[in-house]
């Protein structure tokens, strides 16, 4: 049991039964004074929903443009159009944004609620009484039972049942690390264990403390409540809700803008129109035509003629655009959600898409942020091979001598023989089973080592079951390997350790731990076995540990070494052990120096680690242990292809250094191929600053001797993005978190991105989750570039939230990172799919639709304005109403919409197999300004023809009984009907991926037209609604003249082919990548041969430490002591070819030297193509 003190006042314990009313009334003013534990997430309530939602919707400037325009249409006097043209869409899209929003924020109630309204044991008048969390106040004392979840609160730790107030907690809900962490409670309140103390507890907090969020896996810890749910650690660190838009969306808005702009343009050209026609020519014709009621000059009538072709030329943009966005927006959510190849069958866990807005900027990612520990690591250990004395364990060898691959292995080793083995350890090799069994002396020392020398506690809860807890899950794997080959760790007190070894029970007295830290990188034991021999037990890294060895050991030294070097190429974590024997005499010598050295007033550390040194000499090489961090599967494929979609690959994470870098090299971001890999470890500001300018120097001085002057000095004299452009070879960069704080100050930041972006991998350990955003917020300011965060613990929240796009691992870790990210799913290789397939897919479906939408829009509309010239400005429609309504709701929308949710360039294969397709989307080539252009130019070109061929026709035409044709009505309904074949035609050539969806929607569209015409030109509609549908008969008069068709006929080839014409030229003169795909698919299936093998080939050794223990400084002191010691034995838990240059290389430079001048002088070099 234990008790604890609040954080931002005190706990006041009743010291008398009259207090009791005095603890609650204090309570009760804490409640008033301090903020709740609640935590919300959500954005909106019942009552601000729908005026912040609102407020956000017409944030767009296209829904406040749609809102002004439904202004003009009530007014009558400029209105040629009726109202619900306009305010019907309007509210569609209003209403079915504001239901997704809705929907969205539901789920995050949904969550806060479960949070808030777990239960707790509260101290309150002197009773443990259950509470939700969210009623938990500042200063509450709190029982946690064992493997409770601490819901949201700061905890100080005031007791424990456990010996001396430690208290065991995992953050596997915060960080996904599954390993323990130590707490201890300060001594003056250790020892309170019962209610009775409790309520008679008084003291106060004058420091904020820690525990922040944790699970609770010790027997009734009690805690106080520090801070409440906004104020905690956590939540500080999670950073606010933000609204994430598109580059599409921002650019979405200025287009729309432009396109107002020049809406207004054309009002006031006809407006001006309007003004002299009527001063010239209508004046002339008062009599017959008067002005409106209200209208006295030719300036006022042409006032009110630029509001009426406003209205009527506003369908430049549409509100139907905004309503299909949202739908193919749904629909590519759906396809994510119900991808089978993306569901982990293991964990039962779909892809989710938990919002609908940013899909398509999945396909122009260009930088990830990744958290490593349970996202691209399972975080589990296992042992997997080891050298003993010269000889290597762990490969399996088949008949002929080969290594045997994993799908041939035999079957693992058995261990029945041993009663206390771990049933879910497995060792390939039996050959080291045999020496065991044999006896080999070497072996035996070697698992006795591994038993003896580590901070690993024990507990056995029954007669022969075992439970290991380890502070970090390497010490777990490496004595869990020796419990299994015989060597068991039972047991240990502060001055003793039990083994049983080969079923025999032997207990050697411990003498010191000499504990492990960054800096000695290695840790070791001094034991006295029962014969009264004394032998120092020594494990680290090899690059330590090697320099301590005695002479006599060189031969083997050479051996183990080559053994480390096979074992570092494969990736694993490689650690040497080794002895030595101590001499009574020098031993007590030693310990004596030892004691004083430890009481010392003045530079104790200092004293501890020179005599540390002084015995950890001439030791004897025993081996070399290799444990295998498991990666989560399919994680180097993963990095590898995203690396080739030229996707730039950052880990972010709060482990110490080795241990990032081994995974670094284990998943292939760090190889041994590269030229340097940078280390910036500087304490200061300047020494940051050096060594980020010597890294910077480095590069180019390679660069210089790589390239010959003349290539060098073009490079740089080229407005690229930096002198960086220009440097050959590939270089990574890790640096720790305590200089990373100095390298993104305002004055530093540049030059940290500059030198980061100029590397093919960077690496930061030791961050804060408040780093980690800074991190992502840098390059979002100066690279300008689509940011992904990808995390699955609660401490990655803030990056999560930070980048453009956030995903979630979901799985056993916790869920903070998926209910805070746009994106979940179980495993790391899922991305590969998630961008390469559904991110490009859904960014070109987009394009596509968003260059046709404008396409078809503005040669519906622009005739509009040709008219205008030839109706005396008179805001004269060309087309009657209903088809004005219906073109943009029935007659196409959707053949786009089924293009923009199906379509495809390439099979989802192909997406897979080359990733240089990926290109064009972070290069923004499909929609810019430029193809925005061109969609209007083509627009306006079929705008022009779709007038001007029918007028000139209709001009001198005839009808087959020698009448004239040329009328109001009949030019109109075959303008409309060019258009709607022209553009039905147009977007059968756009569509590079057919389904039955989209033969039906185009044809049968064409088809609803003709008979929505007829049928609104029936006699029958006439008689019913005489003043409504006046173009009675026309249709079927018109339509029945050959001239008319031949004038369709023509009016549509003159449209079509100058189009298919340049896609053909285009193709055969300059194809795209994709174009080239398709071909190469083509000639496949006509010679009908097999797909190419990729084969994978491993990196070369490299000598490098690999002692990468989550070790905290200091347990082992906890140790000695006893403090942490129970009467019985304590236990815890254990625990591809790179592709050539193409044409998108030229245009990704070109792209960078617009980025260079909209960042900071200097730029970066991350765009060009390494060669």
């Given at each position: 049991?234990?008790?604890?003190?609040?954080?931002?006042g005190?706990?006041?314990?009743?010291?008398?039964?009259?207090g009791?009313a005095?603890?609650?009334?204090?309570?009760?003013?804490?409640?008033r004074?301090?903020?709740?534990?609640?935590?919300?997430?959500?954005?909106?309530n019942?009552?601000t929903f729908?005026?912040?939602?609102?407020?956000?919707?017409f944030?767009?400037?296209?829904?406040?443009y749609?809102?002004f325009?439904l202004?003009?249409?009530?007014?009558?006097?400029?209105?040629s159009?009726?109202?619900?043209?306009?305010?019907?869409?309007?509210?569609?899209?209003?209403?079915?944004?504001?239901?997704?929003?809705?929907?969205?924020?539901?789920f995050?109630?949904k969550?806060?609620?479960?949070?808030?309204?777990r239960?707790?044991?509260?101290l309150i008048?002197g009773?443990?009484?259950?509470?939700?969390w969210?009623?938990?106040?500042?200063g509450?004392?709190?029982?946690?039972e064992?493997?409770?979840?601490?819901?949201?609160?700061?905890?100080?730790?005031?007791?424990?049942?456990e010996?001396h107030?430690l208290?065991y907690i995992?953050t596997?809900e915060?960080?996904g690390?599954?390993?323990?962490?130590?707490?201890?409670?300060i001594?003056?309140?250790?020892?309170?264990?019962?209610?009775?103390?409790?309520?008679?507890?008084d003291g106060?907090?004058?420091q904020?403390?820690?525990?922040c969020?944790t699970e609770?896996?010790e027997?009734?810890?009690?805690?106080?409540?520090?801070?409440?749910?906004?104020?905690?650690?956590?939540?500080?660190n999670?950073g606010?809700?933000?609204?994430?838009?598109t580059?599409?969306?921002?650019?979405?808005?200025?287009l729309?803008?432009?396109?107002?702009?020049?809406?207004?343009?054309?009002?006031?050209i006809?407006?001006?129109?309007?003004a002299?026609?009527?001063?010239?020519?209508?004046?002339?014709f008062q009599?017959y035509?008067?002005?409106?009621?209200?209208?006295?000059?030719?300036?006022?009538?042409?006032?009110?003629?630029?509001?009426s072709y406003i209205?009527?030329?506003?369908?430049?943009?549409?509100?139907?655009?905004?309503?299909?966005?949202?739908?193919?927006?749904?629909g590519?959510?759906?396809?994510?959600n119900?991808?089978?190849?993306?569901y982990?069958?293991?964990?039962q866990?779909?892809?989710?898409a938990?919002?609908?807005t940013l899909?398509?900027?999945?396909g122009?990612?260009e930088?990830?942020?990744?958290?490593?520990?349970g996202?691209?690591?399972?975080?589990?250990?296992?042992?997997?091979?080891?050298?003993?004395?010269?000889?290597?364990y762990?490969d399996?060898?088949?008949?002929?001598?080969?290594?045997?691959?994993?799908?041939?292995r035999?079957e693992?080793?058995d261990?029945?023989?041993?009663?206390?083995?771990?049933?879910r350890?497995?060792?390939?090799?039996?050959?080291?089973m045999?020496?065991v069994?044999l006896?080999?002396?070497?072996?035996?020392?070697f698992f006795r080592?591994?038993?003896l020398?580590?901070t690993v506690?024990?507990?056995?809860?029954s007669?022969?079951?075992?439970?290991?807890?380890?502070?970090?899950?390497d010490e777990?794997a490496?004595?869990?390997?020796?419990?299994?080959f015989?060597?068991?760790?039972r047991?240990?007190?502060?001055?003793?350790?039990?083994v049983q070894?080969l079923?025999?029970?032997i207990?050697?007295?411990?003498?010191?731990?000499?504990?492990?830290n960054?800096?000695?990188?290695?840790?070791?034991?001094i034991v006295?076995s029962?014969?009264?021999?004394?032998?120092?037990?020594?494990?680290g890294?090899?690059?330590?540990?090697?320099e301590?060895?005695?002479?006599?050991?060189?031969?083997?030294?050479s051996?183990?070494?080559?053994?480390?070097?096979?074992?570092?190429s494969?990736?694993l974590r490689?650690l040497?052990?080794?002895?030595?024997?101590?001499?009574?005499?020098?031993?007590?010598d030693?310990?004596?120096?030892?004691?004083?050295?430890?009481s010392?007033p003045?530079?104790?550390?200092?004293?501890l680690?020179?005599?540390?040194?002084?015995?950890?000499?001439?030791m004897?090489?025993?081996g070399?242990?290799?444990i295998e961090?498991?990666?989560?599967?399919g994680?180097?494929?993963?990095?590898?292809?995203?690396?080739?979609?030229?996707i730039?690959?950052?880990?972010l994470?709060?482990?110490k250094?080795?241990t990032?870098?081994?995974?670094?090299?284990?998943?292939?971001?760090?190889?041994d191929?590269?030229?340097?890999?940078?280390?910036?470890?500087?304490?200061?500001?300047?020494?940051v600053?050096e060594?980020?300018?010597?890294?910077?120097?480095?590069?180019?001085?390679?660069?210089?001797?790589?390239?010959?002057?003349?290539s060098?000095?073009?490079?740089?004299?080229?407005?690229?993005?930096?002198?960086?452009e220009?440097i050959?070879?590939e270089?990574?960069?890790v640096?720790?978190?305590h200089?990373?704080?100095?390298a993104?100050?305002?004055?530093?930041?540049?030059?940290?991105?500059e030198?980061?972006?100029?590397?093919?991998?960077v690496?930061?350990c030791?961050?804060?989750?408040?780093?980690?955003?800074?991190?992502?917020?840098?390059?979002?300011?100066?690279?300008?570039?689509?940011t992904?965060?990808i995390?699955?613990?609660?401490?990655?929240?803030?990056?999560?939230?930070?980048a453009?796009?956030g995903?979630?691992?979901?799985g056993?870790e916790g869920?903070?990172?998926?209910l805070?990210?746009d994106?979940?799913?179980?495993?790391?290789?899922?991305?590969?799919?998630?961008?390469?397939?559904?991110?490009?897919?859904?960014?070109l479906?987009m394009c596509?639709?968003?260059?046709y939408f404008f396409?078809?829009?503005?040669?519906?509309?622009?005739?509009h304005f040709?008219?205008?010239f030839?109706?005396g400005f008179s805001?004269?429609?060309?087309?009657?109403?209903?088809f004005i309504?219906l073109?943009?709701?029935?007659?196409?929308s959707l053949?786009?919409?089924?293009?923009?949710?199906?379509?495809?360039?390439?099979?989802?294969?192909r997406s897979m197999?080359?990733p240089?397709l990926?290109e064009?989307?972070?290069?923004?080539?499909?929609?810019?300004?430029?193809?925005?252009?061109i969609?209007i130019?083509?627009?306006?070109?079929?705008?022009?023809l779709?007038?001007?061929?029918p007028?000139?026709?209709?001009?001198?035409?005839?009808?087959?009984?020698?009448?004239?044709l040329?009328?109001?009505?009949?030019?109109?309904?075959?303008?409309?009907?060019?258009?709607?074949?022209?553009?039905?035609v147009?977007?059968?050539?756009?569509?590079?991926?057919?389904?039955?969806?989209?033969?039906?929607?185009?044809w049968?569209?064409?088809a609803?037209?003709?008979?929505i015409?007829?049928?609104?030109?029936?006699?029958?509609l006439?008689?019913?609604?005489?003043n409504?549908?006046r173009?009675?008969?026309?249709?079927?008069?018109t339509?029945?003249?050959?001239?008319?068709?031949?004038?369709?006929?023509?009016t549509?080839?003159?449209?079509?082919v100058?189009?298919?014409a340049?896609?053909f030229?285009?193709?055969?003169?300059?194809?795209?990548l994709?174009d080239t795909?398709?071909?190469?698919?083509?000639?496949?299936?006509?010679?009908?041969?097999?797909h190419?093998c990729?084969r994978?080939?491993g990196?070369?050794?490299?000598r490098?430490?690999?002692?990468?223990?989550?070790?905290?400084?200091?347990?082992?002191?906890?140790?000695?002591?006893g403090k942490?010691m129970?009467?019985?034995?304590?236990?815890?838990?254990s625990?591809?070819?790179?592709?050539?240059?193409?044409w998108?290389?030229?245009?990704?430079?070109?792209?960078?030297?617009?980025?260079?001048s909209?960042?900071?002088?200097?730029?970066?070099?991350?765009?060009t193509?390494?060669?």
């Open positions: 049991m234990g008790c604890g003190a609040a954080g931002h005190a706990v006041r314990g009743p010291p008398s039964p009259g009791r005095s603890s609650a009334s204090q309570r009760a003013r804490i409640q004074e301090v903020p709740s534990n609640c935590i919300k997430t959500s954005k909106y019942i009552v729908l005026p912040v939602n609102l407020f956000e919707q944030q767009e400037v296209a829904n406040t749609f809102l325009l202004i003009l249409q009530l007014i009558p006097q400029i209105s159009l009726s109202w619900f043209t306009t305010i019907v869409p309007l509210v569609l899209v209003l209403t079915i944004t504001a239901v997704k929003d809705a929907t969205d924020d539901y995050r109630h969550s806060d609620n479960q949070v808030n309204n239960q707790s044991q509260v008048s009773v443990l009484r259950q509470e939700q969210m009623n938990v106040r500042v509450d004392i709190i029982k946690l064992n493997n409770q979840f601490v819901a949201q609160a700061d905890l100080l730790l005031l007791s424990s049942s010996p107030g208290c995992e596997a915060l960080d690390e599954t390993n323990m962490k130590v707490r201890q409670a001594p003056i309140t250790a020892e309170l264990g019962d209610t009775s103390q409790l309520a008679r507890f106060g907090l004058r904020q403390l820690l525990l969020c609770g896996r027997r009734h810890p009690l805690m106080p409540s520090c801070s409440p749910g906004p104020d905690t650690k956590l939540m500080q999670s606010r809700t933000k609204f994430k838009r580059s599409i969306d921002r650019l979405m808005n200025t729309v803008l432009w396109i107002f702009g020049f809406l207004v343009c054309m009002g006031v006809l407006a001006i129109g309007n002299i026609w009527e001063h010239e020519v209508g004046v002339c009599i035509l008067p002005w409106d009621e209200g209208v006295h000059s030719a300036f006022f009538s042409g006032f009110l003629s630029f509001w209205i009527i030329l506003n369908t430049v943009v549409p509100i139907s655009l905004y309503v299909s966005v949202e739908v193919i927006r749904l590519h959510s759906y396809f994510i119900w991808d089978k190849k993306m982990c069958a293991k964990r866990t779909p892809a989710e938990r919002t609908t899909n398509e900027e999945l122009q990612v930088y990830i942020f990744s958290d490593k520990t996202t691209l690591t399972q975080n589990i250990m296992v042992f997997s091979k080891c050298s003993v004395n010269g000889h290597s762990g399996v060898q088949d008949m002929l001598g080969h290594k045997a691959e994993l799908g041939e035999p693992p080793v261990f029945s023989f041993n009663p206390l083995a771990d049933p350890f497995q060792f390939w090799d039996p050959s080291l045999e020496a069994r006896g080999d002396l070497h072996v035996h020392e080592l591994l038993s020398c580590h506690m024990s507990e056995e809860k007669e022969g079951e075992l439970f290991y807890k380890a502070q970090s899950p777990g490496l004595v869990t390997a020796a419990r299994n015989g060597f068991v760790f047991s240990r007190t502060p001055k003793t350790i039990t070894e079923g025999q029970a207990t050697y007295q411990l003498l010191a731990i000499l504990d492990f960054n800096i000695r990188k290695r840790m070791s034991v006295r029962p014969e009264g021999k004394i032998r120092l037990y020594c494990k890294a090899d690059t330590i540990l090697l301590r060895l005695h002479p006599l050991n060189q031969d083997l030294t051996i183990t070494t080559d053994h480390l070097n096979e074992y570092a494969e990736g490689t040497v052990l080794a002895y030595r024997d101590l001499e009574e005499s020098y031993y007590k030693w310990s004596e120096r030892l004691h004083r050295a430890g010392a003045e530079a104790r550390e200092d004293h680690a020179w005599l540390y040194d002084e015995v950890e000499h001439d004897m090489l025993l070399a242990t290799a961090d498991k990666l989560q599967q994680v180097p494929e993963t990095i590898a292809i995203l690396t080739l979609a030229n730039k690959i950052w880990v994470t709060g482990d250094q080795e990032a870098v081994n995974i670094g090299y284990s998943c292939k971001m760090l190889t191929d590269m030229t340097e890999v940078f280390v910036v470890t500087g304490h200061t500001v300047l020494e600053r060594e980020l300018r010597k890294a910077r120097e480095k590069m180019m001085d390679a660069s210089r001797s790589v390239c010959n002057g003349f060098y000095q073009e490079k740089l004299s080229s407005k690229l993005t930096s002198v960086l220009a050959a070879g270089y990574a960069l640096i720790n978190g200089s990373l704080a100095h993104l100050e305002a004055d530093m930041e540049v030059e940290f991105l030198t980061a972006c100029a590397c093919k991998a690496i930061c030791r961050v804060t989750p408040l780093q980690k955003a800074q991190v992502v917020e840098l390059v979002k300011k100066y690279k300008k570039a689509v992904l965060a995390g699955d613990g609660a401490n990655d929240v803030s990056m999560i939230k930070t453009h796009i995903v979630g691992i979901s056993q869920i903070q990172a998926v805070a990210s994106y979940s799913f179980s495993q790391f290789k899922f991305l590969q799919r998630l961008l390469l397939v559904h991110g490009r897919w859904s960014y479906r596509k639709f968003l260059c396409y078809k829009n503005f040669a519906f509309t622009m005739v040709w008219f205008g030839f109706c805001a004269q429609t060309v087309y009657d109403q209903y309504t073109y943009n709701i029935v007659y196409t053949p786009v919409l089924a293009m923009g949710v199906f379509d495809q360039d390439v099979p989802e294969q197999e080359y240089k990926y064009p989307g972070q290069l923004n080539l499909l929609f810019n300004k430029r193809e925005f252009f969609c130019a083509q627009g306006i070109y079929t705008s022009i779709m007038f001007f061929i007028y000139g026709v209709f001009a001198d035409a005839t009808r087959d009984d020698g009448a004239q040329a009328d109001y009505q009949s030019f109109a309904v075959t303008v409309a009907t060019s258009l709607v074949i022209v553009v039905s147009q977007i059968g050539l756009d569509t590079g991926f057919w389904t039955a969806i989209n033969h039906f929607f185009i049968g569209s064409l609803a037209y003709f008979a015409l007829f049928t609104m030109h029936s006699d029958g006439f008689r019913m609604f005489p409504q549908f173009f009675v008969g026309n249709a079927q008069n339509l029945a003249q050959p001239t008319v068709w031949l004038t369709i006929a023509l549509a080839v003159v449209c079509i100058p189009v298919v340049f896609r030229l285009k193709l055969d003169l300059k194809p795209e994709s795909v398709r071909y190469t698919q083509l000639v496949r299936k006509k010679q009908k041969t097999q190419r990729m994978h080939a990196r070369a050794g490299s490098r430490s690999g002692y990468a223990f989550s070790h905290q400084e200091g347990f082992g002191e906890l140790i000695m002591s942490n129970r009467l019985s034995s304590l236990a815890l838990s625990f591809a070819p790179r592709p050539s240059a193409s998108i290389d030229t245009l990704r430079k070109k792209k960078g030297c617009e980025g260079s909209a960042s900071s002088p200097g730029g970066t070099a991350d765009k193509p390494r060669v």
